[in-house]
């Protein structure tokens, strides 16, 4: 069966400083991972994916995300925050080969000036 | 990538009464998802729905209380029927778009029922 967790469900970081976003994951067969972002009052955004290509996987906005096989995670980070990363982050894996997406917990990011 | 439009983006409904949110894709998906997200919660899977098929409904969810149409391939309504406060949330359609699992979502549908 496939599940995800995420570590945290409130990081702080000021801004400029590095963001961390810990995702881990469990699939029985081949994963596809995605990172999401939801802004207040919006849907979610797809920011980036990895789909068994490059395991650096760079998205949107600076993100990125390393797919990381033996720790079993799939952790976004970007090396400087800025003011408007504050948001809502989800982390999805595929459900099998049924197109469904198992979504995390989710981790608020806050930014302070 | 696929362009979702929902309507209404926000309603405030009496309990008891029912309220269909549209799903509008700008381009023909065979699946079609319908998420709820209660306040400060994440994502729940309600049902995929396929053209030509019936939805599909996750654990917890029934046709009676969230009837879904998906009468062709760039649209899709979800029901929510005879409201309860339980029922105020966010709720969500996404599409499985340009392979590899990725989904993108509408704007969503802010409900409140009082």
């Known amino acids: 069966a496939q599940s995800v967790t995420q570590l945290g469900s409130h990081v702080s970081v000021s801004e400029g400083a590095l963001v961390l976003l810990r995702c881990n994951y469990s699939s029985?067969?081949?994963p596809y991972l995605f990172w999401y972002v939801q802004y207040p009052n919006q849907g979610l955004q797809l920011l980036l994916k990895y789909t068994s290509a490059a395991t650096l996987v760079k998205g949107i906005n600076g993100f990125e995300a390393e797919f990381k096989k033996s720790e079993t995670s799939f952790h976004l980070t970007k090396p400087s925050a800025h003011m408007s990363d504050a948001a809502e982050y989800f982390c999805a894996v595929n459900a099998g080969n049924t197109g469904k997406l198992i979504f995390g917990q989710g981790t608020t990011l806050q930014v302070k000036p | 990538s696929a362009v979702i439009s929902q309507k209404p983006s926000r309603d405030i409904c009496q309990r008891g009464t029912s309220l269909t949110i549209q799903c509008q894709v700008d381009s023909q998906v065979t699946m079609m998802f319908w998420y709820r997200q209660q306040p400060g919660q994440s994502l729940?899977?309600?049902?995929?729905a396929n053209q030509?098929?019936?939805?599909?409904?996750?654990?917890?969810?029934?046709?009676?209380?969230?009837?879904?149409?998906?009468?062709?391939?760039t649209f899709s309504t979800l029901?929510?029927?005879?409201?309860?406060?339980?029922?105020?949330?966010i709720y969500l359609?996404?599409?499985?778009?340009?392979?590899?699992?990725?989904q993108y979502?509408?704007?969503g549908t802010r409900l409140t029922v009082t």
């Open chain 1, 28 to 30: 029985s067969v081949p």
């Open chain 2, 44 to 48: 729940t899977l309600i049902a995929t």
């Open chain 2, 52 to 73: 030509g098929s019936e939805a599909t409904y996750e654990s917890g969810f029934v046709i009676d209380k969230f009837p879904i149409s998906r009468p062709n391939l």
């Open chain 2, 79 to 89: 029901t929510v029927s005879n409201m309860s406060p339980e029922d105020s949330s």
């Open chain 2, 93 to 102: 359609c996404s599409v499985n778009s340009g392979g590899n699992y990725e």
């Open chain 2, 105 to 107: 979502f509408g704007p």
